[in-house]
């Protein structure tokens, strides 16, 4: 009995181990993938922490109580010279990247005056931010965990941003602007996977698939030039895939109102134009032909579906780390040669065109290099397709 399972295991090793795309998919490329998306993102965490400059804080009524407290924390505190009036105006306009931070008058006197003996008022301390701003944003959560962690520790002096009759909102973004972030974060990332989804459903089986049934080998052997079957093969994956998309895209654009309960908050996505569908689409149209293209060639260079599927897993992680980006931090660079990277410069264009921040030239930069990559590829795929090597390899 144990030589019967010591065979079987033998067997087992040998058709894993031999396998070197299955054992470098499986066993290498996820700790190799880790390590540099999780480099990557220290990296430019590091580098944005110590390259932009600090978040400016306006303060009125500068409590001198608070402020050996406030100090502690990486802001530029600005307490006189300035308008509150137009500093909370100007806050309003989209990615301000600064809090205006109000302490009610004679603060540090009800604040040294305080008995725990006797009943207290408590005051109100306002923190106006942008909420479509990662700066304002992450200053307004950090300047309230420390105003509330210093009041636990004596009593209910304060609160912070309650609601009055002059201050009914805090975050000064507007509703539009709330919805454009809200979707420029959340669906590039979602089309991605929707892509994927669709490329992993049909790539593999029309190139990996045909090759280990051998039907492949028929269709080579015929007059048709192998240009020709290679650029057949993406441009019908790339359909089936784009139709998966637009469902997806539609019944998503369709579904958000709810999801975000659009009609309970007086919320509305009619802000969008036609330009900015058309647009949006023609970035997805573009993607959908360069991650096709570049699947079909990890198709390509091996003999079955399980291991195409394989091999398409880590494009997949990678792909999906970069369409999380937008989500991570609103506040990417918007530099044309930016655009210029694949997958990336899609990415940033839907949320470009979500936020309707879209110009001509990101949106010319992208199609055009997104064309050009995917020209690339199909040109790689007839090459490899012309190898009698690689596609008669068992």
């Not at 990890?298 to 999380?324: Q, R, Y």
């Amino acid at each position: 009995m144990k030589s019967n399972i010591g065979t079987i295991i033998k067997k087992e090793c040998s058709r894993f181990f031999g396998d070197k795309t299955m054992f470098f998919t499986n066993v290498i490329m996820p700790g190799f993938l880790i390590y540099i998306i999780y480099s990557l993102m220290g990296d430019f965490f590091m580098k944005s922490d110590v390259d932009e400059e600090p978040t400016i804080v306006y303060v009125e009524n500068m409590s001198e109580t608070m402020r050996p407290i406030l100090e502690t924390l990486p802001y530029k505190y600005v307490t006189s010279d300035f308008n509150a009036t137009s500093i909370k105006s100007d806050l309003s306009k989209k990615e301000q990247n600064y809090v205006f931070l109000a302490f009610p008058a004679q603060f540090d006197s009800i604040i040294n005056a305080y008995s725990s003996d006797s009943v207290h008022a408590s005051s109100n301390v306002s923190i106006f931010y942008n909420s479509t701003s990662d700066k304002s944003k992450e200053a307004y959560y950090l300047l309230s965990e420390t105003l509330n962690h210093w009041e636990e520790g004596v009593c209910n002096l304060f609160n912070i941003n309650e609601i009055t009759k002059e201050n009914l909102r805090y975050d000064m973004a507007s509703d539009e602007d709330v919805i454009r972030n809200y979707f420029g974060e959340l669906i590039p990332l979602l089309m991605l996977m929707m892509v994927f989804s669709g490329c992993m459903a049909i790539v593999p089986a029309s190139i990996a698939g045909e090759k280990e049934r051998g039907t492949l080998a028929t269709l080579l052997v015929t007059p048709l030039k192998r240009s020709e079957l290679a650029l057949g093969k993406v441009l019908s994956v790339t359909l089936f895939t784009m139709l998966s998309g637009l469902s997806c895209f539609v019944g998503m654009m369709l579904s958000l109102p709810k999801l975000i309960h659009a009609d309970e908050l007086g919320l509305s996505t009619s802000m969008y134009q036609t330009s900015d569908y058309v647009a949006l689409l023609l970035i997805i149209l573009s993607t959908v032909l360069v991650i096709t293209s570049l699947s079909s060639i990890l198709s390509a260079k091996v003999t079955s579906v399980k291991a195409a599927s394989s091999l398409m897993v880590p494009l997949m992680v990678i792909c999906l780390f970069v369409g999380m980006l937008p989500m991570m931090m609103s506040d990417i660079s918007n530099a044309p040669y930016l655009f210029l990277i694949p997958v990336f410069n899609s990415v940033q264009s839907m949320a470009m065109a979500l936020e309707q921040e879209m110009t001509a030239t990101i949106l010319l930069i992208t199609l055009i290099s997104n064309c050009l990559y995917a020209l690339g590829l199909v040109w790689v795929l007839t090459k490899m397709f012309n190898s009698e090597k690689v596609m008669f390899s068992k």
